[in-house]
């Protein structure tokens, strides 16, 4: 089994900043794309940012310039740093993973417990 184990999060002053962190554990052959997502309340889940094996980056138009994703493939971990926040940032964040399992198979997605970001003005 995949397990991605997120840290970082919690309560952040408006201007401020917030370092989220995932890593991805267990029968891992192969890690393709990883991204951040996000759900604030009555609201959907939506991507914040992705970024492929080769480190090409999208992020969404909210938060371009202010946040930055990276990741470490020798540690299977991504990360996502979140300046200038606004209280519009607040949601829990997911992270997520295309992972392979072994050679035959195909990229599955597997996602984060997810933490609560709460941006305060």
């Known amino acids: 089994q995949v397990q991605l184990v997120q840290s970082g999060g919690g309560l952040v002053q408006a201007g401020g900043s917030l370092r989220l962190s995932c890593a991805a554990s267990g029968s891992i052959f192969s890690i393709d794309a990883m991204g951040w997502y996000r759900q604030a309340p009555e609201k959907q889940r939506e991507l914040v940012a992705h970024?492929?094996?080769?480190?090409?980056?999208v992020y969404a138009d909210s938060v371009k310039g202010r946040f930055t994703i990276s990741r470490d493939n020798a540690k299977n971990t991504v990360y996502l740093q979140m300046n200038r926040v606004k209280s519009e940032d607040t949601a829990v964040y997911y992270c997520?993973?295309?992972?392979?399992?072994?050679?035959?198979?195909?990229?599955?997605?597997?996602w984060g417990q997810g933490t609560q970001v709460t941006v305060s003005s």
């Open positions: 997520n993973a295309e992972v392979k399992i072994d050679y035959y198979r195909s990229y599955e997605d597997y």
């Open positions: 970024i492929t094996s080769g480190g090409r980056t």
